[in-house]
Protein backbone atom coordinates (compact mmCIF):
# COMPACT_ATOMS: atom_id res chain seq x y z
CA UNK A 1 0.00 0.00 0.00
CA UNK A 2 1.18 3.69 -0.12
CA UNK A 3 3.26 4.82 2.43
CA UNK A 4 0.00 7.00 3.96
CA UNK A 5 -1.56 3.43 4.72
CA UNK A 6 0.79 2.78 7.05
CA UNK A 7 0.02 3.44 10.49
CA UNK A 8 2.48 1.39 12.76
CA UNK A 9 5.49 -0.52 12.87
CA UNK A 10 4.59 -3.80 12.18
CA UNK A 11 3.32 -2.58 8.64
CA UNK A 12 6.81 -2.04 7.31
CA UNK A 13 7.63 -5.65 8.74
CA UNK A 14 4.92 -7.03 6.35
CA UNK A 15 5.50 -4.71 3.56
CA UNK A 16 9.38 -4.97 3.62
CA UNK A 17 9.12 -8.74 2.65
CA UNK A 18 8.40 -8.24 -0.78
CA UNK A 19 10.17 -5.44 -2.24
CA UNK A 20 13.44 -6.79 -0.73
CA UNK A 21 15.63 -7.22 -3.79
CA UNK A 22 15.85 -10.91 -2.99
CA UNK A 23 14.87 -13.57 -0.91
CA UNK A 24 17.75 -13.95 0.62
CA UNK A 25 18.11 -10.18 1.86
CA UNK A 26 14.69 -11.13 3.55
CA UNK A 27 16.18 -14.30 4.91
CA UNK A 28 19.10 -11.75 6.37
CA UNK A 29 17.22 -9.37 7.99
CA UNK A 30 14.61 -11.08 9.27
CA UNK A 31 16.60 -14.44 10.78
CA UNK A 32 17.17 -15.03 14.34
CA UNK A 33 19.29 -18.35 15.79
CA UNK A 34 18.62 -21.90 16.11
CA UNK A 35 14.14 -21.75 16.99
CA UNK A 36 13.99 -18.17 16.94
CA UNK A 37 12.65 -17.97 20.81
CA UNK A 38 14.78 -14.91 21.81
CA UNK A 39 13.49 -13.03 19.27
CA UNK A 40 10.09 -14.04 20.21
CA UNK A 41 10.29 -13.18 23.80
CA UNK A 42 11.84 -9.79 22.79
CA UNK A 43 8.41 -8.95 22.04
CA UNK A 44 6.74 -10.83 24.57
CA UNK A 45 8.55 -9.23 27.31
CA UNK A 46 6.95 -5.52 27.01
CA UNK A 47 3.46 -6.91 27.39
CA UNK A 48 4.17 -8.51 30.74
CA UNK A 49 4.82 -4.91 32.17
CA UNK A 50 1.47 -3.27 32.27
CA UNK A 51 1.58 0.68 32.88
CA UNK A 52 0.13 2.18 35.96
CA UNK A 53 -1.25 5.67 34.63
CA UNK A 54 -1.36 8.48 36.52
CA UNK A 55 -4.12 11.04 36.11
CA UNK A 56 -5.28 14.67 36.36
CA UNK A 57 -1.77 15.90 35.96
CA UNK A 58 -2.01 18.85 33.03
CA UNK A 59 -0.55 17.09 30.16
CA UNK A 60 -1.68 19.88 27.59
CA UNK A 61 2.09 20.56 26.84
CA UNK A 62 4.60 16.83 26.31
CA UNK A 63 8.22 16.61 25.14
CA UNK A 64 9.83 13.79 24.45
CA UNK A 65 13.18 14.84 23.38
CA UNK A 66 16.15 14.07 25.15
CA UNK A 67 20.25 13.54 25.37
CA UNK A 68 22.07 10.11 24.42
CA UNK A 69 25.34 10.80 25.40
CA UNK A 70 25.57 14.31 25.26
CA UNK A 71 24.06 14.43 21.95
CA UNK A 72 20.36 15.74 21.64
CA UNK A 73 17.59 13.34 20.18
CA UNK A 74 13.87 14.27 18.88
CA UNK A 75 13.21 10.67 20.32
CA UNK A 76 14.48 8.64 22.94
CA UNK A 77 15.00 6.35 20.35
CA UNK A 78 18.45 5.88 18.51
CA UNK A 79 18.67 3.77 15.15
CA UNK A 80 20.87 0.75 16.08
CA UNK A 81 22.94 -1.01 13.58
CA UNK A 82 22.07 -3.16 10.97
CA UNK A 83 24.50 -4.70 8.40
CA UNK A 84 24.23 -4.90 4.90
CA UNK A 85 21.47 -2.14 3.72
CA UNK A 86 21.89 -3.00 0.46
CA UNK A 87 20.30 -6.24 0.62
CA UNK A 88 16.91 -4.69 0.81
CA UNK A 89 17.06 -1.10 -0.97
CA UNK A 90 19.99 0.11 -3.51
CA UNK A 91 20.68 2.91 -0.86
CA UNK A 92 21.64 1.05 1.92
CA UNK A 93 22.14 2.66 4.96
CA UNK A 94 21.49 6.41 3.59
CA UNK A 95 18.31 5.70 3.65
CA UNK A 96 18.65 6.01 7.83
CA UNK A 97 21.23 9.02 7.47
CA UNK A 98 19.07 11.43 5.62
CA UNK A 99 15.87 10.91 7.77
CA UNK A 100 17.71 11.03 10.62
CA UNK A 101 19.50 14.44 9.83
CA UNK A 102 16.33 15.43 8.67
CA UNK A 103 14.58 14.56 12.51
CA UNK A 104 17.11 14.99 15.01
CA UNK A 105 17.85 11.03 15.33
CA UNK A 106 20.66 9.63 16.06
CA UNK A 107 22.20 6.91 13.85
CA UNK A 108 24.37 3.73 15.15
CA UNK A 109 27.46 2.97 11.58
CA UNK A 110 27.76 -0.75 11.72
CA UNK A 111 30.83 -2.00 10.64
CA UNK A 112 29.73 -3.88 8.15
CA UNK A 113 26.94 -1.65 6.60
CA UNK A 114 27.02 -2.08 3.05
CA UNK A 115 27.52 1.92 2.35
CA UNK A 116 31.08 2.81 3.73
CA UNK A 117 31.43 4.82 6.81
CA UNK A 118 32.84 7.91 5.16
CA UNK A 119 29.68 7.51 2.34
CA UNK A 120 27.32 7.65 5.28
CA UNK A 121 29.04 10.86 7.83
CA UNK A 122 29.39 12.82 4.33
CA UNK A 123 25.76 12.04 3.68
CA UNK A 124 24.71 13.67 7.22
CA UNK A 125 23.64 17.55 7.48
CA UNK A 126 26.34 19.67 9.22
CA UNK A 127 26.91 18.83 13.11
CA UNK A 128 24.64 15.70 12.46
CA UNK A 129 25.61 12.74 15.80
CA UNK A 130 26.37 9.52 15.15
CA UNK A 131 27.31 6.49 16.90
CA UNK A 132 29.72 4.12 15.48
CA UNK A 133 29.23 0.26 16.13
CA UNK A 134 32.57 -1.81 16.05
CA UNK A 135 33.47 -5.37 15.36
CA UNK A 136 37.17 -5.87 16.73
CA UNK A 137 38.98 -7.09 14.24
CA UNK A 138 41.82 -10.14 14.63
CA UNK A 139 44.47 -7.40 13.69
CA UNK A 140 44.24 -4.63 16.30
CA UNK A 141 45.83 -1.98 14.59
CA UNK A 142 42.93 -2.49 11.78
CA UNK A 143 40.75 -1.54 14.73
CA UNK A 144 42.60 1.32 15.95
CA UNK A 145 42.37 2.73 12.17
CA UNK A 146 39.05 2.67 12.59
CA UNK A 147 38.36 3.90 15.94
CA UNK A 148 40.48 7.32 15.15
CA UNK A 149 38.87 7.82 11.92
CA UNK A 150 35.47 7.96 13.46
CA UNK A 151 36.48 9.96 16.52
CA UNK A 152 38.45 12.29 13.62
CA UNK A 153 34.92 12.17 11.97
CA UNK A 154 33.24 13.35 15.01
CA UNK A 155 31.77 10.21 16.27
CA UNK A 156 29.99 10.34 19.64
CA UNK A 157 29.53 6.88 20.92
CA UNK A 158 31.57 3.89 20.09
CA UNK A 159 29.33 0.81 20.83
CA UNK A 160 31.66 -2.37 21.09
CA UNK A 161 29.19 -5.90 20.14
CA UNK A 162 30.22 -7.88 22.93
CA UNK A 163 27.94 -10.59 22.22
CA UNK A 164 29.39 -12.00 19.01
CA UNK A 165 32.54 -13.44 19.22
CA UNK A 166 31.21 -15.67 16.55
CA UNK A 167 27.93 -14.99 14.87
CA UNK A 168 24.96 -17.28 15.81
CA UNK A 169 23.56 -19.73 13.21
CA UNK A 170 20.30 -18.13 11.39
CA UNK A 171 19.15 -21.09 9.53
CA UNK A 172 16.86 -19.60 7.39
CA UNK A 173 20.02 -17.54 5.96
CA UNK A 174 22.10 -20.39 6.06
CA UNK A 175 19.78 -22.44 3.71
CA UNK A 176 19.74 -19.58 1.28
CA UNK A 177 23.36 -19.99 1.59
CA UNK A 178 24.16 -15.72 0.78
CA UNK A 179 27.89 -15.41 0.61
CA UNK A 180 29.36 -12.24 1.09
CA UNK A 181 29.96 -11.44 -3.05
CA UNK A 182 26.42 -11.34 -3.30
CA UNK A 183 25.39 -9.14 -0.26
CA UNK A 184 27.44 -5.76 -1.22
CA UNK A 185 29.09 -5.94 1.89
CA UNK A 186 32.63 -4.43 1.90
CA UNK A 187 35.33 -6.54 2.57
CA UNK A 188 37.27 -6.23 5.63
CA UNK A 189 40.55 -6.21 6.08
CA UNK A 190 42.12 -9.25 8.22
CA UNK A 191 39.19 -11.37 6.50
CA UNK A 192 40.36 -14.83 6.56
CA UNK A 193 38.51 -17.67 3.89
CA UNK A 194 35.22 -19.14 5.10
CA UNK A 195 33.47 -21.89 3.53
CA UNK A 196 30.79 -20.42 1.28
CA UNK A 197 27.86 -22.55 2.78
CA UNK A 198 27.60 -20.97 5.88
CA UNK A 199 25.07 -18.14 4.94
CA UNK A 200 26.08 -14.86 4.44
CA UNK A 201 26.79 -14.00 8.41
CA UNK A 202 29.11 -16.39 8.91
CA UNK A 203 30.69 -15.30 5.40
CA UNK A 204 31.22 -11.31 6.26
CA UNK A 205 32.19 -11.93 10.19
CA UNK A 206 35.42 -14.24 9.95
CA UNK A 207 37.48 -11.06 10.65
CA UNK A 208 35.52 -10.86 14.17
CA UNK A 209 38.30 -11.66 17.03
CA UNK A 210 36.64 -13.87 19.33
CA UNK A 211 39.55 -13.74 21.99
CA UNK A 212 38.51 -10.60 22.89
CA UNK A 213 37.80 -9.83 26.38
CA UNK A 214 37.87 -7.87 29.74
CA UNK A 215 41.68 -7.23 30.00
CA UNK A 216 41.35 -5.67 26.14
CA UNK A 217 39.14 -2.76 27.90
CA UNK A 218 41.46 -0.74 29.09
CA UNK A 219 43.13 -0.56 25.24
CA UNK A 220 40.10 0.47 23.98
CA UNK A 221 39.28 3.23 26.63
CA UNK A 222 43.51 4.50 25.59
CA UNK A 223 42.89 4.51 22.20
CA UNK A 224 40.07 7.15 22.22
CA UNK A 225 38.10 9.70 23.77
CA UNK A 226 34.70 8.71 22.19
CA UNK A 227 32.43 7.12 24.71
CA UNK A 228 32.46 3.77 24.59
CA UNK A 229 29.63 1.66 25.27
CA UNK A 230 29.55 -2.08 25.44
CA UNK A 231 27.17 -3.63 23.21
CA UNK A 232 24.99 -7.27 24.51
CA UNK A 233 25.14 -7.07 27.71
CA UNK A 234 23.07 -10.49 29.19
CA UNK A 235 23.54 -10.28 33.13
CA UNK A 236 24.04 -7.94 36.23
CA UNK A 237 27.59 -9.71 36.76
CA UNK A 238 28.77 -8.65 33.41
CA UNK A 239 26.84 -4.96 33.85
CA UNK A 240 29.33 -4.78 37.40
CA UNK A 241 32.62 -5.58 35.31
CA UNK A 242 31.63 -2.82 32.68
CA UNK A 243 31.09 -0.53 35.47
CA UNK A 244 34.13 -1.32 36.99
CA UNK A 245 36.14 -1.42 33.59
CA UNK A 246 35.51 2.44 33.10
CA UNK A 247 33.31 2.42 29.74
CA UNK A 248 30.59 4.99 29.87
CA UNK A 249 27.75 2.23 29.39
CA UNK A 250 26.13 -0.54 28.23
CA UNK A 251 22.84 -2.10 25.90
CA UNK A 252 21.38 -5.04 27.40
CA UNK A 253 20.76 -6.30 24.15
CA UNK A 254 20.54 -10.15 22.78
CA UNK A 255 21.23 -8.55 19.45
CA UNK A 256 17.82 -9.09 17.90
CA UNK A 257 17.73 -12.93 19.07
CA UNK A 258 20.47 -13.26 16.69
CA UNK A 259 23.10 -14.51 18.62
CA UNK A 260 22.66 -16.88 21.76
CA UNK A 261 19.03 -18.55 21.44
CA UNK A 262 17.00 -18.59 24.52
CA UNK A 263 19.31 -15.70 26.41
CA UNK A 264 17.04 -13.26 28.22
CA UNK A 265 15.89 -10.24 26.62
CA UNK A 266 17.16 -6.52 27.60
CA UNK A 267 13.97 -5.88 29.60
CA UNK A 268 13.57 -8.69 31.29
CA UNK A 269 17.41 -8.18 32.79
CA UNK A 270 16.83 -4.38 32.85
CA UNK A 271 15.91 -4.56 37.04
CA UNK A 272 18.31 -7.08 37.74
CA UNK A 273 20.76 -4.66 36.17
CA UNK A 274 19.63 -1.44 37.86
CA UNK A 275 19.45 -3.40 41.35
CA UNK A 276 22.73 -4.51 40.83
CA UNK A 277 24.11 -1.14 40.24
CA UNK A 278 22.39 0.37 42.78
CA UNK A 279 23.61 -1.95 45.65
CA UNK A 280 27.08 -1.46 44.41
CA UNK A 281 26.53 2.33 45.19
CA UNK A 282 27.42 3.14 41.80
CA UNK A 283 27.39 6.81 41.13
CA UNK A 284 29.40 7.65 38.14
CA UNK A 285 27.62 8.62 35.20
CA UNK A 286 27.02 4.98 33.65
CA UNK A 287 23.91 4.64 30.71
CA UNK A 288 21.76 1.53 30.12
CA UNK A 289 20.28 1.44 26.63
CA UNK A 290 18.32 -1.90 25.91
CA UNK A 291 17.22 -3.23 22.67
CA UNK A 292 15.27 -6.29 21.19
CA UNK A 293 11.33 -5.65 20.07
CA UNK A 294 10.88 -2.51 20.48
CA UNK A 295 7.92 -1.56 17.94
CA UNK A 296 5.52 0.60 19.66
CA UNK A 297 6.30 4.17 22.19
CA UNK A 298 5.00 2.30 24.74
CA UNK A 299 7.76 0.24 24.73
CA UNK A 300 10.03 2.76 25.04
CA UNK A 301 8.29 4.35 27.93
CA UNK A 302 8.31 1.13 29.69
CA UNK A 303 12.32 0.27 29.15
CA UNK A 304 12.42 4.73 30.40
CA UNK A 305 10.29 4.20 33.56
CA UNK A 306 12.55 0.85 34.27
CA UNK A 307 16.00 2.86 34.23
CA UNK A 308 16.91 2.92 30.92
CA UNK A 309 18.38 5.93 29.19
CA UNK A 310 17.20 5.55 25.54
CA UNK A 311 16.49 2.33 23.63
CA UNK A 312 17.66 0.53 20.24
CA UNK A 313 15.35 -0.01 17.37
CA UNK A 314 17.00 -2.47 14.64
CA UNK A 315 14.44 -3.54 12.20
CA UNK A 316 11.78 -1.71 12.57
CA UNK A 317 13.74 1.24 10.55
CA UNK A 318 15.52 -1.68 8.51
CA UNK A 319 12.32 -2.86 7.03
CA UNK A 320 10.68 0.68 6.72
CA UNK A 321 13.77 1.41 3.82
CA UNK A 322 13.47 -1.82 2.61
CA UNK A 323 9.82 -1.26 1.68
CA UNK A 324 9.83 2.49 1.53
CA UNK A 325 13.24 4.21 1.23
CA UNK A 326 14.09 7.31 3.28
CA UNK A 327 10.27 8.17 3.57
CA UNK A 328 9.50 5.09 5.25
CA UNK A 329 12.09 5.54 7.81
CA UNK A 330 10.82 9.32 8.43
CA UNK A 331 7.11 8.08 8.63
CA UNK A 332 8.51 5.41 11.63
CA UNK A 333 10.02 8.63 13.15
CA UNK A 334 6.28 10.00 13.21
CA UNK A 335 4.88 7.10 14.36
CA UNK A 336 7.35 6.93 17.16
CA UNK A 337 6.89 10.95 17.57
CA UNK A 338 2.97 10.27 17.49
CA UNK A 339 2.44 7.22 19.53
CA UNK A 340 5.05 9.22 22.50
CA UNK A 341 2.40 12.15 22.90
CA UNK A 342 -0.56 9.81 23.19
CA UNK A 343 1.27 7.56 25.26
CA UNK A 344 2.97 10.48 27.40
CA UNK A 345 -0.41 11.68 27.94
CA UNK A 346 -2.64 8.82 28.90
CA UNK A 347 0.32 7.93 31.32
CA UNK A 348 0.61 11.39 33.25
CA UNK A 349 3.91 12.54 32.13
CA UNK A 350 5.15 15.60 30.21
CA UNK A 351 8.48 14.88 29.88
CA UNK A 352 10.52 11.36 30.14
CA UNK A 353 12.44 12.94 33.18
CA UNK A 354 9.41 11.57 35.36
CA UNK A 355 9.24 8.36 34.15
CA UNK A 356 9.73 6.10 37.30
CA UNK A 357 10.02 2.54 38.14
CA UNK A 358 6.44 3.33 39.81
CA UNK A 359 4.53 3.96 36.23
CA UNK A 360 4.88 0.80 35.09
CA UNK A 361 3.51 -3.28 37.17
CA UNK A 362 6.48 -5.26 36.45
CA UNK A 363 5.53 -8.36 38.69
CA UNK A 364 5.37 -10.69 35.80
CA UNK A 365 9.05 -10.35 34.62
CA UNK A 366 11.06 -12.48 35.47
CA UNK A 367 12.51 -11.16 38.94
CA UNK A 368 12.81 -11.89 42.05
C1 LIG B 1 21.64 -6.58 13.56
N1 LIG B 1 22.30 -6.23 14.74
C2 LIG B 1 23.66 -5.95 14.69
N2 LIG B 1 24.32 -5.61 15.82
C3 LIG B 1 25.63 -5.33 15.79
O1 LIG B 1 26.20 -5.02 16.82
N3 LIG B 1 26.33 -5.38 14.61
C4 LIG B 1 25.73 -5.72 13.44
O2 LIG B 1 26.37 -5.76 12.39
C5 LIG B 1 24.35 -6.03 13.47
N4 LIG B 1 23.71 -6.39 12.33
C6 LIG B 1 22.37 -6.66 12.35
C7 LIG B 1 21.73 -6.99 11.17
C8 LIG B 1 20.37 -7.22 11.16
C9 LIG B 1 19.69 -7.55 9.87
C10 LIG B 1 19.63 -7.14 12.37
C11 LIG B 1 18.14 -7.39 12.40
C12 LIG B 1 20.27 -6.82 13.55
C13 LIG B 1 21.57 -6.11 16.02
C14 LIG B 1 20.98 -4.72 16.18
O3 LIG B 1 21.96 -3.74 16.38
C15 LIG B 1 20.04 -4.67 17.41
O4 LIG B 1 20.70 -5.15 18.55
C16 LIG B 1 18.77 -5.46 17.17
O5 LIG B 1 18.37 -5.37 15.84
C17 LIG B 1 17.64 -4.97 18.07
O6 LIG B 1 16.50 -5.73 17.89
P1 LIG B 1 15.30 -5.31 16.91
O7 LIG B 1 15.03 -3.85 17.10
O8 LIG B 1 15.74 -5.67 15.54
O9 LIG B 1 14.18 -6.18 17.40
Keep these: ???????????????????????????????????????????LAFQRVWFRPRVLRNVAKVDWSTTILGQKSSLPVYISATAL??????????????????????????????????????????????????YVNRDREITKRYVQHAEKRGVKGLFITVDAPQLGRREKDMRLKLIGEESGAKVQEGQKDVPKDQGVARAISAFIDPSLCWDDIPWFLSITKIPIILKGISTAEDALLAYDSGV??????????????????????????TDALKKRGATRQFDIFVDGGVRRASDVLKALALGAKAVGVGRAFLYAYCAYGQPGVEKAIQIFRDELEMNMRLLGVTTLDELRPEMVDARALNVH
Excluded at 17 to 40: F, H, M, Q, V
Excluded at 261 to 273: H, Q
Aim: charged share 20%.
Design 85 to 134: GKLGHPDGELNLTRAAGKHGVIQMIATLASCSFDEIVDAGVPGQPFFVQL
Design 248 to 273: HGIVLSNHGGRQLDTARSGLEILIEV
Design 1 to 43: PPLDEIINLHDFEVESELPCPSAKGWAYYSSASDDEITIRENR
